[in-house]
């Protein structure tokens, strides 16, 4: 498994319905769920059973080095600092920002900390038009680059899942894109294979036949 | 007939003739030698085969007088199932149960990978040893993963063992597992029709009317099969318990296996285990006769490609790279 900064909800319900996760139009029209999330296979959702996506729990929360009283670290929320400093549109990398951010990874392109970041609200993200996204709907905002990888994830062709193939039998569950990629250093991560079938002809020779 | 043998003749002819019952011929020593040597060779043969004649000691009755699978009647199915339950039972002390899913009619399965996404972890491989109840003493799985040299497609080339962290830089991953040929060499020459296609595609094996030949194992162009040299030992507490009968149920010795899509799982309708264990989300599985499946969608936008399309084996297994 991989860890992230940001927590998910590995519990997500075959009810969640996470399709729709452009809000904003969907409800207020009455449509069916924004396509951009939707996925090829729920053509009839009558009949078939929901693909729900894992969502992150909600904005990361930043350990302060404190405990309480009961021993607990004490997290504090973005805003809870970011709320009182001016935002800095030139910060790109870990070594030009100060306190809890300086041992991060940054290796996203060239993009700037408030390419993603909200700086009208540091508990939420934004998406290029400068529209606010929460942290839970971020797959909207990879999707802005990632395009041709979004479109396969669409159809099953990028990221991970469980469940059933046939949604008339059952649901099915995919992984968000932060569930593998750290939004930070997006690169997949080296492995360490740790299952070797031992094929016959790879065995010394045995003398008790 | 050489002079040899002529001078053979002339120096017996005097002798009474002596007919060997086998051969109906005068008996000389040359004769009563190559017949010795037939005898001998019969009685070989006869070892080898006598599981074929008598009873061996681990098989009941019931097991040895078993139909063909698709000679089983509902009633008979149950028989043997209930049997196949409470042997596992006894002997492993694990209660499972063994169901036969049919195929569902009007699909037809498609699998694909992603060679860019597949970076060679090999969880696809743990996740097959669990799920289909192999032998743990050789870490036994229908899936081999070849680490190949970038701009290769020959899979001579591959190297299974390595042990490193992955991706390597100038190499790439290719699991191999099961093709699902719609032309399968291994059908054609099994002696017993043991193996066959099924109506979704599906390459099965019933383990108990084949004999362990392995005609097919050699007939594979994809080292496919695997043969249970051993009894398989699995620890009782990691038995997967939902067993098919066509599928995952534990191997008996000297009998023939491999993937088969994990059918006591697809034919329900969900994914295989290799697809949910992989990490990289580089599998594509789903119903070829559906136009919006996800591997419909693969075939259609990708540029997929066959293992050894030359052979003419038509695999319902794909491979394709991002582009
Ligand atoms: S890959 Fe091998 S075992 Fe599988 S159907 Fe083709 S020939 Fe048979
Ligand atoms: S090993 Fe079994 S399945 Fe394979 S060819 Fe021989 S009898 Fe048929």
Redesign the interface.
């Known amino acids: 498994m991989i860890c992230l900064a940001i927590a998910c909800d590995d519990s997500a319900s075959p009810e969640t319905e996470t399709k729709n996760a452009s809000k904003a139009s969907a409800n207020e029209t009455g449509e069916q769920p924004a396509p951009l999330l939707a996925t090829g296979e729920s053509q009839n959702p009558a009949t078939r059973f929901a693909v729900s996506i894992r969502k992150p729990l909600g904005p990361p929360k930043v350990s302060t080095g404190l405990q309480d009283m009961h021993g607990n670290l004490v997290l504090a929320a973005c805003s809870t600092c970011h709320t009182t400093r001016p935002p800095n549109h030139q910060n790109k990398l870990a070594k030009d920002l100060d306190e809890f951010h300086s041992e991060m990874q940054f290796s996203h392109g060239t993009i700037s900390c408030l390419s993603c970041h909200n700086e009208r609200d540091y508990d939420a993200l934004k998406l290029a038009d400068g529209s606010r996204v929460e942290y839970a709907d971020v797959m909207l905002l990879c999707a802005q680059c990632h395009g041709p990888q979004m479109t396969a994830y669409q159809h099953g062709a990028h990221g991970g899942m469980t469940g059933y193939w046939d949604l008339a039998r059952g649901p099915q569950i995919k992984n968000n894109c932060i569930d593998c990629h750290d939004p930070h250093a997006p690169k997949f991560p080296s492995m360490q294979p740790t299952f070797k079938p031992q094929d016959r002809f790879l065995d010394p020779p045995r003398t008790d036949h | 007939m050489t002079a040899d043998d002529n001078a053979d003749l002339h120096q017996s002819s005097p002798e009474p003739s002596r007919l060997l019952p086998i051969l109906n011929q005068p008996a000389t020593r040359r004769t009563a030698l190559k017949a010795a040597g037939a005898a001998l060779g019969l009685a070989a043969f006869g070892k080898a085969v006598s599981p074929l004649w008598s009873i061996p000691e681990n098989v009941s009755v019931d097991e040895f007088l078993q139909q063909h699978y698709k000679e089983l009647s509902d009633t008979d199915k149950q028989k043997v199932f209930a049997r196949l339950e409470s042997e596992t039972q006894q002997k492993l002390g694990v209660e499972i149960t063994i169901s036969d899913p049919p195929p ?1 009619p009007g ?1 037809r399965y498609g699998y ?1 990978i ?1 060679l860019s ?1 597949c ?5 696809c ?2 996740a097959c ?1 669990k799920e289909n109840n192999h032998h743990r003493g ?4 229908y899936i ?1 993963v070849l680490e190949l040299p970038k701009g290769t497609m020959d899979m001579e080339a591959g190297n ?8 390597q830089d100038d190499k790439y991953y290719m699991p191999v597992q099961c093709q699902q040929c719609d032309n399968p060499p291994c059908v054609t020459v099994c002696p017993v029709e043991a193996t066959w296609k099924e109506e979704d595609g599906i390459v099965v094996v019933d383990y108990n009317w084949c004999i362990g030949c392995r005609y097919c194992e050699a007939a594979c162009p994809y080292h496919a099969r695997r043969f249970n ?1 051993e009894e398989p030992e699995i620890p009782s507490d990691e038995i997967n318990p939902d067993q098919g009968y066509l599928s995952n149920r534990v191997r008996p010795q000297g009998t023939m296996e491999k993937c088969h899509f994990c059918l006591h799982r ?1 034919r ?4 295989p285990a290799c ?2 264990a ?4 580089a599998r ?4 070829l006769n559906d136009p ?3 591997i419909n ?2 075939l259609q ?2 540029r997929v490609f066959v293992l050894k399309e030359e052979l003419g084996t038509q695999p319902s297994f794909f491979y394709f790279f ?1 582009s």
């Open positions: 569902i699909v694909a992603n996404k970076n060679g972890n090999g969880a491989m743990e040893n050789v870490q036994q799985s081999r299974t063992t390595y042990d490193h962290t992955v991706p040299w697809t329900e309708g969900r994914l697809l949910e992989c990490p990289t989300g594509v599985f789903g119903d919006e499946s996800n969608w693969v936008n990708k991002d």
